[in-house]
């Protein structure tokens, strides 16, 4: 025959769970709802003959319907949401220190703190690595204190229609690399003490660079090569240690 399960979520964390429908008939010993927590493998089933009552096994996937994820929460790791994120969530990240490299592939996500900058760090694990790294499209990145990938950038972009704001990128290699990257804005970040540029564009246009701190860098504040028809405007480009903005090779009208 067959049977429904209705299965009360409200109490439950998000999270994969073993359901067991057993027969109520047939179990020797005791209510049929002492034995619901046995697993069919477990060695009590066969001394309740709990084993012998099973009609279905399966597994239930309990997740948010809200489109939003919390770390750590519901995922550990920043990571671990992004892999488990679809089209259209939020991913909030909670004050703290996350030592991770973070890759998004995934279109159409936003990823932010919490709080702010201040309480919400990534650090990178792997310092050889991009703090954060964006291969998609439409990723907003916002609120993070971005640090310590020494041997490379604290954000590099690839994707397009991109949204970096309100982060502090400092201790980098580079501050914040955007590269074949199209109509992507930048706004509102301290990009400082990286030990090369602050902010490059490579091979980048119709990007927006506005209302950015980019000071003390190891060679220029903002970095253009071969990137065509950016806007750059309202920035503090100060104390960097080659130029302030620096446009070279067929990087015109911006």
Known sequence: GKCTA????????????????RDTIGTEHGNIIDYYSI???????????????????????????TGIIYVPDDYAKIQWAVDNATAGDVIIVRDGVYKENVLITKSHIT????????????????RSMPVFEITADYVNVSGFTIRNATKCGGICLSGNY?????????????????????YTTIANNSVVNNNDDGI????????????????NNGRDGIFLFKSNNNMIANNSVVNNSDGGIVLLEYSDSN
């Not at 477990?42 to 009609?55: N, R």
């Not at 490059?200 to 000071?215: A, D, E, F, G, Q």
């Open 6 to 21: 209705i299965i009360e979520t409200d109490n439950l964390s998000v999270g994969k769970y073993n359901l067991y429908v």
């Open 39 to 65: 697993s069919p493998i477990d060695v009590y089933s066969k001394l309740f003959m709990a084993d012998d009552d099973i009609l279905w096994v399966g597994t239930v996937k309990i997740q948010r319907s």
């Open 111 to 126: 990823v932010k703190s919490e709080n702010g900058s201040t309480g919400c760090i990534v650090e990178a694990l792997d």
């Open 162 to 182: 991109n949204i970096i704001s309100n982060n502090v990128v400092e201790n980098n290699d580079f501050g914040i690399s955007i590269k074949y990257s199209n």
């Open 200 to 215: 490059r564009l490579i091979k980048s246009s119709y990007n927006t660079i506005i209302n950015n701190c980019v000071s």
